[in-house]
């Protein structure tokens, strides 16, 4: 199983506010994502890094910034939440298996946001 | 870049048939062939994965095919069970430092 994490698990919250959205993994991977769904849909990639200092935009425009200052940490911040915003966020990582890229990539549980 | 279909979108079938996800991929360089399962109010989980030096690959009741000259691949579920009921994505890469590409999913039901 995979140890990767996402708090919170649920987040309901008032349009404007700032909000920051938890990924924390265990397995020592390099790469990490973050991913944008709505409930039983598709997959939109909105972020991703390749390592500490790294952060690279992905398919999907997103307002929502991401850092990556230690490695098993991915946050995702809104400066100011809309109800547009109002989603299921997906974390996930994939490292290297035997010093080559494995390309499986592990999914934290989620984080479902309402903005009001 | 990649392009992954997937279908059907949604699949119905009765509890103990057998169920057939198809993907298709176009960029020929693709070399690894994951399949996720997404139960609801969690993250897609890996179920099976495949490489392009295999044609299938089975674990227990799923098998996975893969035709490169098509560039196509299958998720097959056998005998299935209730608790087969999800949403199953497949996905397609290059490897290396790349990341997946994802087909649209498939609601799969299982109908007692």
């Known amino acids: 199983e995979a140890d990767i994490y996402q708090t919170p698990r649920y987040l309901v919250i008032g349009t404007g506010k700032k909000i920051t959205l938890e990924c924390s993994q265990t397995?020592?991977?390099?790469?990490m994502y973050w991913y944008q769904q709505d409930p039983g849909m598709e997959l939109h990639l909105i972020h991703y890094s390749y390592g500490v200092n790294s952060t690279e935009k992905g398919d999907l425009s997103s307002e929502s910034t991401v850092s990556r200052i230690r490695t098993e940490h991915f946050p995702l911040t809104l400066e100011s939440a809309r109800p547009s915003h109002t989603s299921q966020y997906l974390c996930?990582?994939?490292?290297?298996?035997?010093?080559?890229?494995?390309?499986?990539?592990?999914f934290g549980p989620g984080t479902r946001l309402l903005v009001l | 870049g990649e392009n992954v279909e997937q279908h059907p979108s949604t699949l119905s079938v009765q509890e103990g048939d057998s169920a057939v996800i198809k993907c298709t991929y176009s960029d020929s360089a693709s070399n690894y062939f994951p399949w996720y399962k997404q139960e609801l109010g969690k993250g897609p989980q890996l179920i099976i994965d495949?490489?392009?030096?295999?044609g299938e690959k089975k674990d227990q009741r799923i098998a996975v095919t893969l035709n490169k000259t098509a560039k196509h691949f299958s998720l097959h579920i056998t005998e299935t069970q209730p608790e087969d009921s999800a949403v199953y994505f497949c996905a397609a890469s290059e490897g290396g430092a790349d990341g997946l590409t994802f087909g649209k999913g498939t609601h799969l039901i299982i109908q007692p």
């Open positions: 996930a990582s994939s490292g290297k298996l035997a010093g080559v890229w494995d390309g499986t990539q592990y």
């Open positions: 495949i490489r392009s030096n295999v």
């Open positions: 397995m020592g991977h390099d790469k």
